[in-house]
């Protein structure tokens, strides 16, 4: 799979597969013909609910198409305060690395996952190790 994503001064061409033992990236720079976010003006986030499962509670996100599109640096804040503004309490440690690696490496894998499932009972292992997770520390999502 192939996206091209836009960064500080150029734009990557970034490939991203899913393995056994958790996701790859290939990346190389190309010229941007422009760094405005095209999305600056849009909501990234549609709604937030959250669920009770067998596992524990639940916030389920629901990004708008903008979100689902929006690559520019700063939108992944952007969309996270739009999170917070509709689910306060979802502002821990280990709730900010399960969106932020829904954000930059969920999204592009399953582009069609309709929410983002972030669970607060999940441990927390810090950014790199929730990626390594597949965005889930300590088990698989179960329902």
């Avoid at 091209?4 to 996701?23: M, R």
Wanted: with cysteine; glycine share 10%; charged share 20%.
């Amino acid at each position: 799979m192939r996206r091209v994503v836009a960064g500080l001064g150029a734009a990557a061409v970034v490939a991203l597969g899913v393995s056994g033992t958790g996701i790859g990236v290939a990346a190389a720079s190309v010229p941007e013909s422009g760094s405005a976010d095209p999305f600056a003006d849009d909501r990234l986030i549609d709604h937030v609910v959250w669920t009770d499962t067998r596992d524990g509670r639940r916030l389920m996100i629901f990004p708008t198409l903008s979100g689902r599109r929006d690559f520019a640096p700063p939108a992944g804040d952007r969309a996270w305060q739009e999170v917070l503004e509709q689910a306060p309490d979802a502002n821990t440690p280990g709730m900010i690395d399960q969106f932020m690696c829904h954000w930059h490496w969920a999204r592009v894998v399953e582009s069609g996952k309709t929410s983002w499932n972030l669970e607060p009972w999940r441990p927390v292992v810090g950014y790199p190790e929730t990626v390594a997770a597949l965005c889930n520390p300590g088990a698989p999502e179960n329902g």
